[in-house]
Nanobody, 128 residues
Framework: QVQLVESGGGSVQAGGSLRLSCTAS????????MGWFRQAPGKEREEVAI????????DYADSVKGRFTISQDNAKNTVDLQMNSLKPEDTAMYYC?????????????????????WGQGTQVTVSS
């Protein structure tokens, strides 16, 4: 059974930093796309960052490029999201997600994957 547990959320002032961590069990990191998503009140859930270490592939939302970094620690079974230069618009519930890659156009990819496994989320609040 796959379980994802997020930690590290909290409140911070604009310009500050937070580090989110997702501890995963029941899956093999190398065979899964691992991602962070967020959902603000009244808005749709959106991708923040996705990582597939098997091929060294990473994707970031334009809104977080240069400020957020996703990384994976296979020894600890964690996927972290380092968030720097936080803005009030980063305020949201952040979710960790995992899924196997999909086969499209002749190769496996983590792009546009319908993520199957989700954590319960951790709240990030950035004040101005």
């Amino acid at each position: 059974q796959v379980q994802l547990v997020e930690s590290g959320g909290g409140s911070v002032q604009a310009g500050g930093s937070l580090r989110l961590s997702c501890t995963a069990s029941g899956l093999t990191f190398s065979s899964h796309c691992m991602g962070w998503f967020r959902q603000a009140p009244g808005k749709e859930r959106e991708e923040v960052a996705i990582l597939w270490t098997s091929i060294g592939w990473i994707d970031y939302a334009d809104s977080v490029k240069g400020r957020f970094t996703i990384s994976q620690d296979n020894a600890k079974n964690t996927v972290d999201l380092q968030m720097n230069s936080l803005k009030p618009e980063d305020t949201a519930m952040y979710y960790c997600a995992a899924s196997q890659p999909i086969f499209r156009a002749g190769f496996y990819t983590c792009e546009q994957v319908d993520f199957k496994y989700w954590g319960q989320g951790t709240q990030v609040t950035v004040s101005s």
